[in-house]
């Protein structure tokens, strides 16, 4: 059962549909996008020493459709309600930002998605079935589905928010 400790995490994995050791700093190196200039649609926070990562249009849509099949059932409009006995969880930039460690970056989301934590990041979600883990997408995948996310927590008022948000 989920506690109200585990917060945004909870809903984060991306983000995903289910909805692993200590909480580790996350990895500075940042996928990069193979987009050419004036194909870039977005450009998602890489955390330190790499400024951004560029997201095509076409990626950004594949994004989107990966997290409505893996993350859309528990984290509507980037809000979880109470899905497996959790409390509402808010994928905002506020919140990603708020969480130990942050998550409001491409390499933080992905580390999220392989060792989900709670928000304050003492705890493992996936032992417990809490959370499920996403190595099985790849990297690419995952790439595609923080970009997702950090395009809607940047650009879209309404995410986070409540589903009734838009």
Known sequence: MFSKQFGLFASIALILAGCSGDSQTPSTEAPTSSAPKGDVAFAAPAGEGNPTIAYTDTELKQGKKLFQAECGKCHVGGQTYGTYNSTDISLSFEALSGATPQRNNVPALIDYLKK???????????????????????????????????????????????????
């Open 116 to 166: 989900p934590t709670s928000y304050d990041g003492k705890t493992l979600l996936a032992p417990a079935g809490e959370h499920p883990v996403y190595t099985n997408l790849g990297e690419d995948k995952l790439r595609l589905l923080a970009g997702h996310v950090l395009k809607e927590a940047t650009q879209n008022p309404g995410w986070g928010m409540g589903k009734n948000v838009r």
